[in-house]
Structure formats: C-alpha cells, structure tokens
C-alpha cells in the first residue's frame, strides 16, 4: 500500500470517527473530513452502500465476522472510496480486517468474492453516491437502532443526529437497491467492477469463475 499523500486521504484510522453497527454514519463523517480538509478531492470521493432486496449480504474480512475467513452477513453495508485516477481506487473500510486503506481489486476480490458461488438472494449489489450528493442528503434518527421498547440496540454516536435533508430519516432510500429509484446509481458486483476497476469484461468473466 502506497503511503503517497496525493492518495491517502486518511493516513491514520485512529483519527477517523468511529462508531460499531453505524457505518453510514461514520461514513457521512469520513466525507464530512474531507470537504474540511482536503475539499478539491470531494469530487473525487464516493458512499458506497451493500445490500440486495432481502437484506442479506455476506462479506468477508469483516471485523464482526466468524472463521479464519471472518465472514457475516449483514443487512447492508457502507464503506467509502475514493477515485483520484484510473486504477488508482481505494476502499476505506472502518470494519475490514483488510488493511486501511486497500485498493479496489483486492478489497473486492477478499471481501465480496463473487456471486457465482452464492445464492441469488445473497447477491451484492451496490449504491455509489457522490460524497457531495451524500453530504447534502443523508439523514438519520436512528430509529433502524432502536427496539420496540425504545432502547438501544447498540449505543448511538455521541454526536447529534445527522439530520441534512427535509426528510429526517431517508436511510432507507440508500439501503434500497432498486435501479432509477434513490440517490446514486445502483450495480451489480460485476458492473461495479467493470465501472471502477476499468478491466475488459472478458476478464472480469474470468475472475469470476
């Protein structure tokens, strides 16, 4: 991993906002740091939601995860990415056991795998909204955290509610991976390796065997 300050826009995952089970959050919160403190590579930046229309995505090298391989299925996910050059794509994950950052194909390849060996009703699919687009409409109360009783399911961030948008609660509109229907645009693992790894299709095919 290259420590070149041009592309590590995080050098060190201690200084980074961090909160378990809330990773749209401490999303929201890595491209809040950017526009601060380094805003011309805001454009440049991307949420990148997990998630298929039953809620069940299997990811590897998760911290959370059980095994050698430390796998979980979870709900949805978020991580953030960052696209400086072609073939330059990093993956900011606060919950890989990968290190932070990795670059694109190898955090894909360890942390999705592929889909071939899945079930369809476990097949990823990705939302990749712009961080500028992510600033301005991501909110959330938290209710997907509370239970029935109005207890926590695990302790919320210290900080108040990211409320950005008229709409107090509109993380399920990222959650959704509906195509043409929710901020971003919506792909399969195959398109988004296609999208942002640049490789010929027929190698993607291949790798995906």
Same mark, same amino acid.
């Given at each position: 991993m290259t420590n070149d300050a041009n592309f590590i826009l995080f050098p060190k995952i201690a200084d980074c906002s961090y909160v378990s089970c809330y990773c749209e959050e401490n999303v929201w919160k890595l491209c809040e740091?950017?526009?601060? &403190? $380094?805003?011309?590579?805001?454009?440049?930046? +991307?949420a990148v939601f997990v998630s298929n229309e039953g809620r069940t995505v299997p990811l590897w090298r998760q911290k959370a995860g059980r095994g050698d391989d430390k796998v979980v299925i979870w709900d949805y996910h978020v991580f953030f990415m960052h696209n400086p050059t072609p073939n330059r794509c990093?993956?900011?994950?606060?919950? @890989?056991?990968?290190?932070?950052? &990795? +670059?694109?194909?190898?955090?894909? &390849?360890?942390?999705?795998?592929?889909?071939?060996?899945?079930?369809?009703?476990?097949?990823?699919?990705? $939302?990749?909204?712009?961080?500028?687009? +992510?600033? =301005?409409e991501f909110s959330s109360d938290r209710r997907h955290m509370r $239970? #029935?009783?109005?207890?926590?399911?695990? #302790?919320?961030?210290?900080? =108040?509610?990211?409320? &950005?948008?008229?709409?107090?609660?509109?993380?399920?509109?990222?959650?959704?991976? @509906? #195509?043409?229907?929710? #901020?971003? @645009?919506v792909y399969s693992l195959q398109q988004f390796v296609y999208v942002f790894y640049k490789l010929p299709q027929t190698q993607i095919n291949a790798e995906n065997k």
């Open positions: 740091q950017v526009k601060k &403190t $380094r805003p011309t590579e805001l454009a440049k930046c +991307y990093l993956i900011f994950d606060l919950d @890989t056991t990968l290190p932070f950052p &990795t +670059y694109f194909h190898k955090y894909v &390849t360890e942390t999705f795998r592929s889909d071939l060996a899945l079930r369809p009703e476990h097949h990823r699919f990705f $939302r990749v909204i712009s961080a500028e687009t +992510y600033l =301005a $239970r #029935p009783d109005d207890t926590w399911i695990k #302790p919320p961030p210290p900080y =108040a509610p990211i409320q &950005t948008h008229a709409n107090s609660h509109s993380l399920d509109d990222f959650i959704c991976m @509906t #195509p043409g229907k929710g #901020p971003g @645009t």
